[in-house]
């Protein structure tokens, strides 16, 4: 007993809204059904028949509807199980076959020479005059050897599947040409180190060239690095162009990974289906010196053009996620419960309010239709008709039921409340799911539930007004 009271009390502390709007319903039940009969003596068993039978049809109205949520809650549970449930586990593995996000670190450069020095021999003998040796040191030479870049980097988005998840992969087709120098008055062995994205699954046509000579043979691989040495000559420029094809996911970053003076520099990345109004950024990105679209309008291509600056900050591009298969049919399954809970009370307190008697056959069995709505969209929209199909052919069912079940209610107003309420919260209720924004679904729920309580304030003023039900 103490455990199901726990859940009821957690419950409300979840949905307090939907929950004070059934227990409300089930009290006017319970009242309604207690006053309809006046009783005939005043004795005791027959008051405690109605105090059971009152409370037995608010029982059975709770249950109803926690019977149908429940079996909505399942049918979004089950739903989202097999659409696009996006895990850190399925990403993860995603990126061990496809690759991870992709970080271009720029390339290194550090000169060194060997000088001689003369070193200083032990003795035994303090007071014996020092004797020296020469020996040969290799001394690194201080100094910013890259004296303007050019990177043209062309994204070919391609999305990946992963289970039942979609993925914003992309492939790159990478250029980084790099003007360096030795700028001191020394012979010099320049040692250049280029980092590649860690963890990476795939680089394909990894070329470097210095002056237009091929450097395969001094590449020298270790763990996402590339290195190796050339001999320069004082004041020697030379150009390094690095070309290869990789591919990621999520986003692109490419970064200065220390400070220095960047002179001459310019970025280039040109993106084939991301639109300029879908551009986004990941952290610690300074945004594009210019920005604009494809020829064909469809994608975009984003410059960054520095010159005598200081900054270690990234550029790059984060790609939107896909949309996941049947997320909307999952975003309007999500809210059904809610929506069954606020249409099976209003429909009774309407009826109670008008002065009919809520009859448990017909909302269950108007409960049992609008819950075919959202059992129907879950069954068919992968296969016959898609989102906007499944919910139309979802729709007509349950207006149909509707005008069936209530078509001989006597009065052609409360006919028309039923069939309003119905139409509302099958036609457009639903549709709140698809706000994209969850500011924009609270704010949508808060004004329906503001309007609601307009309603049942009106109805009841209107009702009294007009009399006792004949």
Known sequence: MLSLLSRVVEWINVEPAVSLLMIITAVVLFGSAFG???LAESSFWPWMRKVV??????????????????????????????????????????????????????????????????????????????????VVQRQEVPQNSILGFTGDIQMTLSEREKGYALY????????????????????????????????QTLFENFVVTMDEQDMTSDLRFGADLVSWTVKMKPHQKGKIVITYLSRGMDYFYYQIPVQREIKDFSLTLTIDRLPVSMLNYPDRVITPTDIKPTNDGKGSILTWELDRAITIAGMGVALPQPEQPGAKVLRVLVISPYALTLL??????????????????????LMAAYSTLFLVMAGVSDYFFGFWGSLVVGTLLVLALSYFLFRN???????????????????????????????????????????LIFYLVILSIVRRGQGEPQ
């Open 53 to 134: 039978e009152a409370s037995v049809g608010a029982i059975l109205f709770l249950g109803l509807l926690w019977a149908f949520r429940s079996v909505l809650n399942d049918n979004s549970l089950t739903f989202y199980s097999t659409h696009g449930s996006v895990s850190d586990i399925s990403r993860e593995s995603a990126w061990s076959i496809w690759g991870r996000p992709h970080t271009q670190i720029e390339l290194t450069v550090t000169h060194s020479h060997e000088v001689e020095v003369k070193e200083e021999l032990p003795r035994e003998d303090p007071t014996q005059p020092p004797i020296y040796r020469t």
């Open 168 to 199: 914003s992969g992309y492939v790159l087709d990478v250029k980084l040409q790099y003007d360096v120098a030795n700028d001191s008055d020394f012979n010099t062995d320049a040692e250049f180190h280029f980092p590649l994205s860690q963890g």
């Open 344 to 365: 099976g009370t209003m429909l009774a307190l309407t009826l109670m309010i008008w002065g009919e008697k809520a009859r448990f056959l017909d909302l269950s069995l």
């Open 409 to 451: 209610l006597p009065s052609r107003a409360l006919r028309t409340l039923v069939y309003a309420l119905v139409i509302f919260f099958t036609v457009v209720y639903p549709l709140s799911g698809l706000l994209p924004q969850l500011e924009q679904q609270n704010a949508f729920n808060n004004l329906v539930q503001v309007g």
């Open 36 to 38: 309809q009969e006046k």
